[in-house]
């Protein structure tokens, strides 16, 4: 009988990752399916959280059964069902939305530090999940009007080369910068829409937090969404673009927190690690150098940002440590 490899290094650190963001969703989950009064979200909402229910418990199975310890993650004392609608007009699936976004790329990542046969057919299985409910989530969100298409362009005729560095230009004083590319048009659409929920989340967070520093935090963040928004949309009026990222979401007047400060918090945090992978990857793509500057500025910002956040968990004994290598210098001068 062949003996299973055990789990490597990286295997761990992954399946440990993708446990504290499931457990964290099924708790966001459970409250915006008993918020939600409409069933076709609901439905959404619903197929998603027995999905992912399953797969937490096939990670349970997979450290249960190689001596690793079960992490604490985000339990039912992180969720107050009772709690008033926080969000209104379809945040909840806007929000999932992101969520899925999030999760194509981690899933990616994790896949490509992946070994054994068990653990590569998990991230395959969650990759179709998410695909799947991305794909409904769209198709309600437009048939709502909630989610806005990005900007239209006039169809290429024929084929382009570009010639000369003049093309990444994108200061000049005393001539006009060229106009915007498809790629650089969809990076700067995306952005608008997804600082526009980053807002509209944060905002919701700070009114209920009950901390008074993660309050604080969470209004700081608003702003950072703000200045993002800010900078988007004066490169889209620059270029003669209507600015349509808009969303009717909104946030109500409670101030009853639906979840913990700690869950609150450690989702900030998730979304600011897509905010600087996704910033980075759209700089890399985009050909003006001004947008570039001022896209790496940005997520300077929000680096520094997420590690003040960082800081704000670790001083409450919020953020659980991750499995950890040995300390071998330990172990050699434990008597001394």
Request: with cysteine; net charge negative.
């Amino acid at each position: 009988m062949k003996v299973k490899e055990p789990l490597s290094s990286s295997e761990i650190g992954t399946l440990w990752l993708t446990y504290q963001e499931k457990t964290m969703i099924l708790r966001i989950l459970e409250y915006f399916l008993e918020k939600s009064d409409d069933q076709e979200a609901k439905n959404i909402m619903g197929m998603l959280w027995q999905e992912l229910d399953y797969y937490v418990e096939l990670i349970q199975g997979i450290f249960e059964s190689e001596g690793v310890v079960i992490p604490t993650g985000f339990k039912k004392e992180d969720v107050n069902l009772g709690a008033p609608n926080l969000f209104d007009n379809g945040f909840d699936i806007m929000f999932l939305r992101i969520l899925k976004e999030v999760s194509m790329g981690m899933y990616s990542i994790n896949m490509n530090m992946a070994y054994r046969i068990d653990v590569m057919t998990i991230y395959e299985g969650l990759t179709t999940v998410t695909h799947k409910v991305f794909k409904l989530a769209n198709v309600y969100l437009l048939k709502k009007g909630i989610l806005t298409r990005p900007p239209i362009i006039t169809p290429p005729k024929r084929t382009e080369f570009i010639e000369g560095k003049n093309y990444m230009k994108g200061f000049k004083l005393f001539n006009e910068k060229r106009a915007l590319n498809a790629i650089e048009l969809g990076f700067l659409h995306h952005g608008i829409e997804s600082n526009n929920i980053g807002m509209q989340l944060i905002t919701g967070f700070a009114q209920c937090a009950k901390n008074k520093e993660v309050r604080q935090y969470f209004e700081k963040g608003k702003e950072l969404s703000k200045k993002h928004i800010k900078t988007f949309q004066e490169i889209l009026l620059d270029n003669d673009t209507q600015v349509s990222a808009t969303t009717g979401s909104t946030v109500t007047t409670s101030t009853v927190a639906p979840f913990s400060d700690k869950l609150m918090i450690y989702c900030v945090d998730l979304l600011n690690g897509f905010s600087i992978v996704g910033g980075s990857f759209g700089t890399f793509f985009t050909l003006r150098n001004d947008i570039s500057l001022k896209t790496a500025l940005l997520a300077k910002d929000v680096y520094f940002y997420g590690q003040e956040g960082l800081e704000i968990m670790f001083k409450n004994g919020w953020y659980e440590e991750p499995p950890q290598t040995e300390d071998r210098g330990q172990l050699i001068n434990r008597n001394e």
